[in-house]
RNA sequence: GCUUCCUUAGCUCAGCCGGUUAGAGCAUCUGACUGUUAAUCAGAGGGUCCCUGGUUCGAGCCCAGGAGGGAGCGCCA
């Protein structure tokens, strides 16, 4: 019986019946009684199960005992049409092997649905499930997605560093790499620690960005994107917010503002339609077990442009509205989640994307306006989400630049290596960052972006 | 970090005004059933009522502190 394995996928897809086969997997579920056994198999390359039946001449019931929830098992046997009314084929199962047993007693999934809350304590297991295999086939379709997309646009993908040697890129507390020992650290003859002697001669941290670093590589190759592992040690507690997480930054030479929002928006309708299409059984599922208005949402935004507006703008609409918001809206703070909430689902009832807002709530490196007062920067804010895109035009001004880094006191001296972008050859310039679980989030129609990503790290949480 | 809610069986939850031996559904186990579809039916086992201290004749229930979790807010992607 040398039989290659077949995946659940192509068994449920084949057309070719009364054939042997031979399926691995993790069962979800047996019934029947002493004369015929129904096996449930799962193995993860599809949403849907297949059924084997094992009848008591060839399985006596003692012989199938470990064939239980959670066991993984090789099943070989004859495809054919199902007697049953459920499915449309099945296998007659010739012979079975527990490859590795699962305690009924102790093993923590059950049949039943259960809390996404308690799924996240075991979190090593629930992928397991119908809604973490769901999550977890979509949010791999949809990072295919990301380099499919920009590899038939001409971008190029570079790897930005995971650790970085500067503190001073502005997207937040970084995460500190040193291998000095935390008990005692070398000091200086004036008492602070030496990490002259440390392993990289310097104070390392986590990225927070790879903007700089992507602007670089923008600034000779053109049109570039990095997607890898970001890190903000913030003690942020929300439904949209992790310690470790994914992000795309495409940057693109010689864009400004508004082929920036063109990009953006041309790639994330790409991403939801490239999920439509390739994950619509897995979005079936999570449309009908969690939020049933998930399908119509993606389709939406893959059918209706963004609507793109000023911040001042948004600042008269969100003025004149009837609504009452708790935090008073004025130009020259930065909106709040009602404020943003209320454009996007309730006022214009799409995505927005929002442009030049006032310099001072802004990133140093964004370009100024001509009237002094407004960045081109632009975030990208969907329904349910939020803020899923931030990004700007780059300020390509050297002078300017500088002038913005001393008023905001960044230090221009840890960024001279940056700052040689504007001083030989700039050229206009504009990118901006994706954060990857967001996109996930709106995809999937998860409420928290805890459920994800397999291995969620935030405060106080870094199991597994 | 702030606000607020929650923590009772493996899971999801109920538990009245503080009062005898803490309950249900599902799961598990045992049995029944000739093709089941989250199978069904019958029975059984299963509890540190989150922890610590207090009030009380008596605490799952009231009070204080702590831990863990959810939601909202802030920071942002």
Redesign the pocket.
Known sequence: MSLPRSTVQSLLASQELDRDVLVKGWV?????????Q?I?VNDGSTLHTI?A?A?AELFP?ESL?DV??GAAVAIWGRL?A??????AV?I?AAEITVLGKAD?????L?????????L??IAHLRPRTNTFGAVLRIRHALAFAVHQYFNDHGFFYVHTPIITGSDAEG???MFRVTTLPPEHPPRTAAGAVDYSQDFFGKQTNLTV?G?LEGELAAMALGSIYTFGP?F?A??????????E?W?IEPEVAFNELEENMDLAEDFLRYLVRYALERCADDLQFLNDQYDKDLLGRLRSVVENDFQRLTYTEAVEILKSAKQKF??PVDWGT????????YLVEKHFEKPVILTNYPKE?K?FYMKLDDDGRTVRAM??LFPG???????SQREEDYAKLTARMAEMHVPADELDWYLDTRRFGTAPHAG???????LVLFVTGM????DVIPFPR????AAF
């Open positions: 979800r579920s047996r019934r029947g009684n002493k004369y015929v129904f449930i059924q039946v009848n019931e005992k239980a929830n054919v199902s007697q049953g009314k459920g499915q099945e007659q009924p007693e102790t093993y923590p059950q049949k039943k649905a259960t809390s996404l809350e308690f996240r304590e997207a937040g507390q960005s903007q970001t903000r913030e003690n942020s507690n929300t439904a949209r917010h992790l310690a997480f992000m708790e935090f930065d909106l709040q989640s009602e404020h943003e909430r709530i990133a975030d990208v989400i939020g803020e899923i895109i931030g990004g901006f960052g994706l954060g990857f679980e967001r409420g928290n972006i805890r935030y405060p106080k949480n």
